[in-house]
T-cell receptor, first 115, second 111 residues
Framework: EADIYQTPRYLVIGTGKKITLECSQT?????MYWYQQDPGMELHLIHY???????EKGDLSSESTVSRIRTEHFPLTLESARPSHTSQYLC??????????????FGPGTRLTVL | AQSVSQHNHHVILSEAASLELGCNYS??????LFWYVQYPGQHLQLLLK??????LVKGIKGFEAEFIKSKFSFNLRKPSVQWSDTAEYFC?????????FGQGTELSVKP
């Protein structure tokens, strides 16, 4: 079944650790996105990709980095986690060209807590 | 830059009550508008969308939304809510191929 997956679903780590949040989709979508969401707040786009080897920073500044080596995989990495990184991270994907819009499909999210 | 405002942060209704959630975006021109819903423990999913044409858009589960260009609004409505409509609702607008979201409205429906 075509879907979008995120692992881990929950992560509690100490300050200074390096972490990678995984996101994979089986829908063959070219476009992928990472959003950050704090409780009661809007989703903020932090990274996006239009295809393999394409990555762009979103509207909200983030210390995280992303890579897109394969169409289906869009991992997000924090080199040194801090308590300010505590948040929920949502991955999404969609079809379409550079400026076109199609429905975005969202993963279940990763809730990250940095102590 | 485009922004989206959802005026109701938390709405509590009894079953069978009518629902209207407000959504306003900041500037005009051609816009693509969306409502997403997140049921407890589930993924964010598309409820309905407006690209062009009839400003009254029908979505899943009996929801509809009306695009009023002069008011920069895209309010979500449902004539009679059910307990299963308890969820968080997000309005969003497309800007250059990216989505700009509002802060969400939490809807609680009492049985």
């Amino acid at each position: 079944e075509a879907d979008i997956y995120q692992t881990p679903r929950y992560l509690v780590i100490g300050t200074g650790k390096k972490i990678t949040l995984e996101c994979s989709q089986t829908m063959g979508h070219d476009k992928m996105y990472w959003y950050q969401q704090d409780p009661g707040m809007e989703l903020h786009l932090i990274h996006y990709s239009y295809g393999v080897n394409s990555t762009e920073k979103g509207d909200l500044s983030s210390e995280s980095t992303v890579s897109r080596i394969r169409t289906e995989h869009f991992p997000l990495t924090l080199e040194s986690a801090r308590p300010s990184h505590t948040s929920q991270y949502l991955c999404a994907s969609s079809e379409g060209g550079l400026l076109s819009y199609n429905e975005q499909f969202f993963g279940p999210g990763t809730r990250l807590t940095v102590l | 830059a485009q922004s989206v405002s959802q005026h109701n942060h938390h709405v509590i209704l009894s079953e069978a009550a009518s629902l209207e959630l407000g959504c306003n975006y900041s500037y005009g021109g051609t816009v693509n508008l969306f409502w997403y819903v997140q049921y407890p423990g589930q993924h964010l999913q598309l409820l309905l969308k407006y690209f062009s044409g009839d400003p009254l858009v029908k979505g899943i589960k009996g929801f509809e939304a009306e695009f009023i260009k002069s008011k920069f609004s895209f309010n979500l409505r449902k004539p009679s809510v059910q307990w299963s409509d308890t969820a968080e609702y997000f309005c969003a607008v497309n800007q250059g191929g990216k989505l700009i979201f509002g802060q969400g409205t939490e809807l609680s429906v009492k049985p």
